[in-house]
Structure formats: structure tokens, C-alpha cells
């Protein structure tokens, strides 16, 4: 069921939010200062590629001071913009029967792309 439900992602949208998020992390890594960031959202764009059967979870580490300081730093900078529109779109899908699944996958995606460091991404 998850390869089918990943293959219809791709096609109707997934790959494009895929793209985006790659382009959008390697223009992050041109900086020095925006590398961990850059390597967090090519990580979320990998996971916008084939959502279905993955998970976000706390990692295994605890969240420390470097990381809490850069969630903060990513919420000013536009993670809430991102999480925003996730958000919406998980609403948008979760409107009809057949686009529940899609609108949770967004959902997971938002809290990955709202606090990215200290949660990972499980695959079962």
C-alpha cells in the first residue's frame, strides 16, 4: 500500500515539493553558516519524495542547546512558512475521503519542517 500511495505522491505534486526543497538546500550550502540547515532540508526534500512508510520521531540523542538555538533561528527564517504550508495543504487534502492520506503525509512533513533538528525520519 505504501508504494502505491508513494507513486501517486510523485506524480501529483511530490516531486515538484521534492525539487524544491533540494534547490532550496543547496542554495543553503553555498554559505558556511547555512550548511545545517542546507543538509536538514535536502533531508526533508529526500522525505517529501517517497513519504509513505516513514515516520518523524525524536532522535535518539537529546535535543541540546545548539540544536534549540538553530530551531529558533529556522522558525525566524521561514520554518514557519514552510510548516504553514504544509499545514494547509494537509487541511486542503484531509478535506476529502480519498485525500486523507496525502494530507497526513503533509502533516508529517510539517513538524519536520517546523523544529528539523532533533527529529528523524524512521522508515518501517
Given at each position: 500500500?505504501?508504494?502505491?500511495?508513494?507513486?501517486?505522491?510523485?506524480?501529483?505534486?511530490?516531486?515538484?515539493?521534492?525539487?524544491?526543497?533540494?534547490?532550496?538546500?543547496?542554495?543553503?550550502?553555498?554559505?558556511?553558516?547555512?550548511?545545517?540547515?542546507?543538509?536538514?532540508?535536502?533531508?526533508?526534500?529526500?522525505?517529501?519524495?517517497?513519504?509513505?512508510?516513514?515516520?518523524?520521531?525524536?532522535?535518539?540523542?537529546?535535543?541540546?542547546?545548539?540544536?534549540?538555538?538553530?530551531?529558533?533561528?529556522?522558525?525566524?527564517?521561514?520554518?514557519?512558512?514552510?510548516?504553514?504550508?504544509?499545514?494547509?495543504?494537509?487541511?486542503?487534502?484531509?478535506?476529502?475521503?480519498?485525500?486523507?492520506?496525502?494530507?497526513?503525509?503533509?502533516?508529517?512533513?510539517?513538524?519536520?519542517?517546523?523544529?528539523?533538528?532533533?527529529h528523524e525520519v524512521v522508515r518501517k
Amino acid at each position: 500500500m505504501n508504494l502505491i500511495g508513494n507513486i501517486i505522491w510523485v506524480v501529483f505534486g511530490g516531486l515538484f515539493i521534492s525539487l524544491g526543497y533540494l534547490f532550496g538546500g543547496l542554495v543553503l550550502c553555498l554559505t558556511i553558516v547555512g550548511i545545517p540547515f542546507g543538509l536538514k532540508v535536502m533531508r526533508l526534500g529526500l522525505f517529501a519524495l517517497w513519504p509513505f512508510g516513514g515516520e518523524v520521531t525524536q532522535g535518539d540523542k537529546p535535543m541540546g542547546c545548539l540544536a534549540l538555538l538553530l530551531n529558533v533561528i529556522w522558525i525566524i527564517c521561514g520554518g514557519i512558512e514552510v510548516a504553514i504550508g504544509h499545514l494547509t495543504m494537509g487541511v486542503i487534502f484531509c478535506i476529502t475521503i480519498i485525500g486523507i492520506p496525502f494530507g497526513l503525509q503533509h502533516f508529517k512533513l510539517m513538524v519536520l519542517a517546523l523544529m528539523p533538528f532533533g527529529h528523524e525520519v524512521v522508515r518501517k
